[in-house]
């Protein structure tokens, strides 16, 4: 039988790939798409897309962020491997520690700094930066649960059968 704390795990772990999933996805393709009509429109077309770098650079910031945090989900995050194998748990939550602070820290300025990307615009597609910047406080904020919910798993007792 599980217990609610490894239910409530998968299931806070099922929502936050529902939302990564088809972020991911819908980036992915969508960069591929602008570059790929960029160079088309640039070297057969002879036209000028003026849109394209800030779309990459839009779907590029939601594809990284977003995606980070679907990656650490799977535990291919970057990780000194070696160092992983070899040392306890004391070590790895020092680690992930590490990383919430750091996420943390990330997240913490990019909030301080809202107000100011409220007022400011991109230039051809005249986007708040917001459009931008969201995509980080939205991965910052993943990657920190998701470290939460690692060392939650670290120290959880083995269940019955699984040992």
């Not at 999933?21 to 570059?35: A, H, K, R």
């Not at 970057?78 to 194998?85: A, K, N």
């Not at 919430?100 to 100011?116: K, P, R």
């Not at 597609?125 to 649960?145: E, Q």
């Amino acid at each position: 039988m599980k217990s609610t704390a490894t239910r409530a795990l998968k299931y806070l772990d099922s929502v936050l790939t529902a939302i990564e999933i088809p972020i991911v996805f819908v980036c992915g393709v969508g960069i591929i798409s602008v570059l790929l009509y960029g160079a088309i429109n640039r070297y057969i077309i002879h036209g000028v897309f003026p849109q394209e770098p800030e779309l990459a650079w839009l779907f590029h910031m939601w594809l990284v962020f977003i995606g980070g945090s679907l990656v650490l989900r799977v535990g291919d995050h970057p990780f000194v491997g070696i160092i992983r194998e070899k040392k306890g748990k004391i070590f790895k939550t020092a680690i992930y520690l590490a990383c919430i602070s750091f996420a943390g820290v990330m997240l913490y300025a990019l909030i301080e700094f809202y107000d100011t990307y409220k007022l400011q615009k991109t230039t051809f597609l005249r986007l708040p930066m917001t459009a931008l910047y969201a995509a980080m406080i939205l991965g910052f904020s993943f990657i920190i649960v998701r470290y939460v919910m690692k060392i939650i798993l670290l120290y959880k007792p083995v269940e019955e059968g699984k040992k």
